[in-house]
């Protein structure tokens, strides 16, 4: 009985755990990101003189090329498994973001940096549903709801952190 209910302790801690580090880690990545990744086209039209209409283009390349990429990350995911398809995910991201921080001669060019931003947004936004079913999975349907809840936050840290920061 005694050992029945330490093993019950446990499962609830790590019920607790890990939906409580995904959304935590989604929340922080909002708000790190800010308002900063919304405005890179108009930056690169400023730095690699694209005209409006290319950089309207990258406004409706993303969502497209994000909506592709989800739905590999989910066929993968049925293959290799939703957190390593995730992990692998972000980890490209991050890369692209750090060969777009390199700012090379290469970068002024416009056929070079657009689509890496573009592959960059797609990689790093296309498995959230992915972690969000991960999440639920360690979540009672009683509480799915509070943690739901939870995630809006990530939702309003892109605007919320340029009003924190322009009143810091």
């Not at 801690?13 to 405005?39: E, H, N, V, Y």
């Amino acid at each position: 009985q005694k050992g029945d209910d330490e093993e019950t302790r446990k499962i609830s801690r790590k019920q607790f755990w890990i939906p409580a580090i995904l959304i935590c880690s989604d929340i922080i990545a909002a708000l790190a990101s800010g308002m900063t990744i919304k405005f890179f086209p108009l930056f690169f039209q400023n730095e690699t003189s694209l005209e409006p209409v290319f950089v309207n283009m990258i406004y409706i390349a993303s969502p497209l090329m994000l909506s592709l990429f989800a739905v590999v990350a989910q066929r993968i995911s049925m293959k290799i498994g939703r957190m390593q398809v995730c992990l692998a995910f972000k980890t490209i991201g991050i890369l692209l973001l750090c060969v777009m921080g390199l700012k090379q001669e290469w970068w002024k060019k416009a056929e070079v940096i657009v689509p890496i931003f573009i592959l960059r947004t797609a990689f790093m936004n296309s498995t959230a549903q992915l972690l969000k079913s991960v999440t639920f999975d360690y979540v009672t349907k009683a509480d799915r709801a509070k943690w739901a809840s939870l995630d809006s936050i990530s939702r309003f840290g892109w605007s919320g952190s340029a009003v924190l920061g322009g009143i810091l």
